[in-house]
């Protein structure tokens, strides 16, 4: 199993711009997890999927920061205008049906650097 | 809510010394409980879990943890660290799922383990 899936690795950017983060979860898998993490706050949760659905975004900082996932294989992070307080290290998990619910398996990470 | 607190955000030890990294949890309501390892420029592998069952959990590596209800704990340990422990650990806590939909981590901030020759 190749594992969740991100792109890009690492993604430089200047203030203003869009950015979309990519993730494939481990097939099988029906919950998708995105979160940021930064040294002051941290690892968050931004928002989290079933079966494609987004069940909570309560996370999600503000109107500049979107998540969708239009099937069972993808989702994607964008976020429109960046701002340089968004440079973080965004991570993608994704977690099963079965008792591996439990256990969330996470991607190697986007690592965001907004200038 | 949930919250978790890592007490040490660095841990210093030298090769084969034991270790504990501390963390406590509150929340209202029954938990699951973990321990994550994030190795440099790396993404979180789950070290063990604790469901139900015996309150003490053996994970990879050699780690294990005790979870002890009445103190809201559950600390990470090892009897002899090696330099390849040197890692980020986390502590999450999820709320018991009983046929709902909430599998929300929450996570401490983190405990910065480095193991020195």
């Known amino acids: 199993d190749a594992g969740v899936i991100q792109s890009p690795r690492h993604e430089v950017t200047e203030m203003g711009q869009e950015v979309t983060l990519r993730c494939k979860p481990i097939s099988g898998h029906d919950y998708l997890f995105w979160y940021r993490q930064t040294m002051m706050r941290g690892l968050e949760l931004l928002i989290y999927?079933?079966?494609?659905?987004?069940?909570?975004d309560s996370g999600m900082p503000e109107d500049r920061f979107s998540a969708k996932m239009p099937n069972a294989s993808f989702s994607t992070l964008k976020i429109q205008p960046s701002e340089p307080r968004d440079s973080a290290v965004y991570f993608c998990?994704?977690?099963?049906?079965?008792?591996?619910?439990?256990?969330?398996?996470f991607g190697p990470g986007t690592r965001l650097l907004v200038l | 809510a949930q919250s978790v607190t890592q007490l040490d955000s660095q841990v210093p030890v030298f090769e084969e010394a034991p270790v504990e990294l501390r963390c406590n949890y509150s929340?209202?309501?029954?938990?699951?409980l973990f321990w994550y390892v994030q190795y440099p420029n790396q993404g979180l592998q789950l070290l063990l879990k604790y469901l139900s069952g015996s309150t003490l959990v053996k994970g990879i590596n050699g780690f294990e943890a005790e979870f002890n209800k009445s103190q809201t704990s559950f600390h990470l340990r090892k009897p002899s660290v090696h330099i390849s422990d040197t890692a980020e650990y986390f502590c999450a806590v999820r709320v018991r799922n009983s046929g709902g939909s909430n599998y929300k981590l929450t996570f401490g901030k983190g405990t910065l383990l480095t193991v020195n020759p």
């Open positions: 929340s209202s309501v029954s938990v699951y």
């Open positions: 998990a994704s977690s099963g049906r079965d008792r591996s619910q439990e256990t969330q398996y």
């Open positions: 999927f079933n079966n494609n659905v987004p069940i909570d």
